[in-house]
T-cell receptor
């Protein structure tokens, strides 16, 4: 069984740039959620995708957007990068968008904004 | 603010001892809880979950206890090993919150050989 994989593992950008992060869900999982984890903090929910549509969103501005593809993989796009966007971005997949399905995480993309 | 919190930010135990990591939550609509382990440079790893209609659930060397009366969750690790050293997070799902998980800040567990 293949787990959640994310790419790239590390990325350095400058303020104002745009970035795309990628995630392949665990085999058999059709739901993908994205989280932002600042240093020393717990992950913060950004949004969730199910059936190629956004299925819920946390307190993040519209410059954070996403996509889900027919094979359930997903992208996180961030426009107009700010210094505070520096964080570990985590993707998690689950069997379905129900409240009692455990989410399984990848190892994240470390994004640094200069 | 976050409804999920932890009593202790760090915990240091001797190898072979039992560890108990605590977590408090404040939202009575929380109905599903997960414990995750996060090692340095890695993503959170699922340990065990529990639904609000349960008080206790056991896994391999781990037990989660849920006390809904005082809104308290704990993770017990038996015979703690050096490989258990990591940050442990409890996460909750609040009914009607669009399936997002809300995480606490985490507890750093250090196991001394």
């Amino acid at each position: 069984e293949t787990g959640v994989t994310q790419s790239p593992t590390h990325l350095i950008k400058t303020r104002g740039q745009q970035v795309t992060l990628r995630c392949s869900s665990q085999s058999g999982h059709n739901t993908v959620s994205w989280y932002q984890q600042a240093l020393g903090q717990g992950p913060q929910f950004i949004f969730q995708y199910y059936r190629e549509e956004e299925n819920g969103r946390g307190n993040f501005p519209p410059r954070f957007s996403g996509l889900q593809f027919p094979n359930y993989s997903s992208e996180l796009n961030v426009n107009a990068l700010e210094l505070d966007d520096s964080a570990l971005y985590l993707c998690a997949s689950s069997l379905g968008p129900t409240e009692d399905q455990p989410q399984h995480f990848g190892d994240g993309t470390r994004l640094s904004i200069l | 603010g976050e409804s999920v919190g932890l009593h202790l930010p760090t915990l240091s135990v001797q190898e072979g001892d039992n560890s108990i990591i605590n977590c408090a939550y404040s939202n009575s609509a929380s109905d599903y809880f997960i414990w995750y382990k996060q090692e340095s440079g890695k993503g959170p790893q699922f340990i065990i979950d529990i639904r609000s209609n349960m008080d206790k659930r056991q896994g391999q060397r781990v037990t989660v206890l849920l006390n809904k009366t005082v809104k308290h969750l704990s993770l017990q690790i038996a015979a703690t090993q050096p490989g258990d050293s990591a940050v442990y997070f409890c996460a909750e799902n609040i009914r009607g919150s669009n399936y997002k998980l809300t995480f606490g800040k985490g507890t750093l567990l250090t196991v001394n050989p």
